[in-house]
């Protein structure tokens, strides 16, 4: 019969959706250009020219039953090596083509690492402000979720709250760093911090605690800084990552799951990933994306469109009195809402044509995310919007 | 800790594998064109031209940001429009574009299926000799697998195992016609029987059961004819396609479920199949290949190789006196051996560089498949080593 399960959840709409299909409505009575949309996570900017050259290229010159052929189930040998040698080239790791599992984007790299290193009944801690999504990721798995308070001052680790929850039955903590929707990065401080914390666990509790490293914004970091790369800093880390943001991608699906070199069952994790996807109806990313992506792995879109927004964002949202943590990287920001309840407060802002996203759905009431992966004159333009805003406020 | 039921499956090793990598390292001592590789089902011709020309186009013309964008989690609303269209214009259905799921080809599409209409304990059949993928892709969703064994004379349903297994904790069968290892397609009176038959028991335990239609095959069928289309003899059908046969994309991972119009929960199944998706982490196919779809929607490659291999093979191997059902489409066939012991017969014929699959992995022993998606010249080669081989049993 048809599965309650999923039924049901067809009754709970997406809040970011339902603002999202409000603003295309009103798109239609005043003209996109005067709806202020900053509800959706979608890059603005295009991907590197070469990714669509190598394509051509492929399609062009090389025979179609290689370029369109079944790739092996953890992904195309050359393409694996290639992921391998970009990681090692950029952040001093050692991974070879045996750490690499391909995948569709993220959501499949999270669904596949949380089901190595889970099993039903186990928990899973994840820490507010979080991306919504991670509920049916984690909770689909037969996993129970815990989420760990948000540190509101810094967005960085709430670390005494985390130790009020952390028991034997936690197997796995997911991180996202550079983060959605707060834009903050996790310092090195915090992660080594973290990382002394779960290796004292582990001895603790005799088995490994893995870090599930969600890192689709990793590249996007403001003022020329790089985000400090997990796994350096914790072996027993599964690094997901997904082309969909640094080089605008998303509809591809296609991202990977790196295995720290190092890690406890490094030599079989990724092949249990091969395993997974045969019972939940992955293969692989398509063939032809995944062979055009070493023309690309080391590039990014042209990404200062995003530093350029935060910066005007930042400095115009203060000024007028939010509070806000300043985002080191990412294309979103997480200010506090000027009323407790930030669902009110993102309704009234609709009256001014601003799409904002209360924090709720992020774990983290009170405040409200904006997507800021919009032309710069929108934002600039949306700012006499925000002061209509603020002085209902006054 | 790390998921032992996956681990565990590491070291299950595929048979089709093993052969092929023999096969492989054969090749390196006599050369590849001195073995004959009947192992694996790989599309031999390339697909429609048609399909890299749209590509080229769309990279060339189009805005990469629509292009690589997000699609939506149900698939993008044009393709799905276009493949109703095909289905009804091909198969006199009423598909709407509400009814059609885009999925990583059938892998996903027969992972969302079951999702949709059984829960963990319910029961699935499925008929031998079937595709051994079968056992992960159901035993994983929590139903437990059923088999009715092979009807041997034609390769049609056994109705009377059928029945004597049939209970009311069935709630889906998966069928795959034209079907892998058989190549028999099932006939219009097998489909009217069955259709029959699955009513008169969704009567009497008062509850729907689905017929989930693995159809890859549906268009390489022999002599001019069409493939019977599951779905108009049986409303609670989903028909679960994939482009990787017929039109030779097997890496590209593009298929799609369409959810028969009259069928229990029309309305909801494919929205259903979104919300399975975010529990198991896929998110559509790329969205580059869901766009060039349209072109080769009514196409298929250059198929006529698989009917003359099929003509050449299904004469000589009959006429050196094997017995065969001979194959109504597909490009695989499926002999009795020359033993009872399959495996045996198999590893006897890799003396003379022929690479067969003993039938047992199909669940129907004393059989073997021989994938003839190779080139004629060499299905000509092999025969004299065939010749060799069965005079061995004389």
Redesign the interface.
Known sequence: ???????D??GQKSVIREIFAYGSERAKEIGYENVFDYSLG???V??PKEF?DK??EL??NE???T?????PSLGIPSVRQAVADSLNRRFQMNYTMEHIFM???A??????AL?????PGDEVITFAPYFS?YV??I???GAKLKVVPADTESFQINFEAFDEIMNEKV?AIVINTPNNPSGSVYSEETLKKLAAYLEEKEQQYS??IYIISDEPYREIVFNGDKAPYVAKYYKNTLTCYSF?KSV???????GYIAVGPEC??AE??A??CG???????????????QLALPSILDKTSDLSVYETNKNILYKALTDMGFECVEPGGTFYMFPRALEPDAKAFCNKALKYDLLLVPGDGFECAGHFRMAYCIPTEKVERSLTAFEKLVKEYK
């Open positions: 019969m048809i599965a309650k399960e999923f039924l959840m067809l979608n890059p603005s295009p991907a669509a394509i051509i399609l062009t025979d179609p039953m370029i369109h052929g079944y790739s995948t569709s984007a959501a499949s790299a999270i669904a596949h089901r190595c290193v889970t099993v999504e049916p990721y909770t689909k798995t197997m088995h490994p969909s605008s991608l998303p509809g591809e699906r296609i406890e069952g079989v994790l092949d249990m395993q997974i996807s045969r019972g939940i109806g992955h293969n692989c990313p398509s063939s032809l994306i």
